[in-house]
């Protein structure tokens, strides 16, 4: 789990097989085919992000049911998630990998979280 702040509020976002479910029953797409998509093209779709995104809140909150639907959870937005931040993306998708891959390597980045790079 990592949680980041939000328009002034901390917010939790947690990744596990759980999401994979929130996440097909929202959008009837597959998470991973989407999350593999953003870090094998190395092109930011921001929807496609604030969609795993939502599943990984709606996750971390499972026993909020007033949790809201992923239009109005966008729309509680006023200045959004700063994901252009390296460490806000990079906390994103290590928990993602984690959680949903089973693994702390960062598909398509050769990067394995906590491993010491080589000079």
Do not use: C, H
Not at 38 to 45: A, E, G
Not at 47 to 59: G, N
Not at 66 to 81: C, M, N, Q
């Amino acid at each position: 789990m990592f949680t980041i702040n939000v328009d002034g509020k901390n917010r939790n976002f947690k990744a596990s097989p759980m999401g994979l479910l929130l996440y097909r029953q929202e959008f009837d797409a597959d998470l991973i085919t989407d999350f593999s998509k953003i870090v094998d093209n190395q092109i930011l779709d921001m929807l496609a992000v604030y969609k795993i995104l939502w599943a990984m809140e709606k996750t971390a909150n499972l026993a909020d049911d007033a949790f809201p639907g992923f239009t109005a959870w966008l729309a509680s937005f006023d200045l959004g998630i700063d994901l252009t931040d390296k460490k806000v993306f990079g906390a994103f998708a290590e928990e993602a990998s984690r959680g949903f891959l089973g693994t702390s390597k960062i598909p398509g980045s050769g990067k394995v979280k906590g491993a010491k790079q080589q000079p």
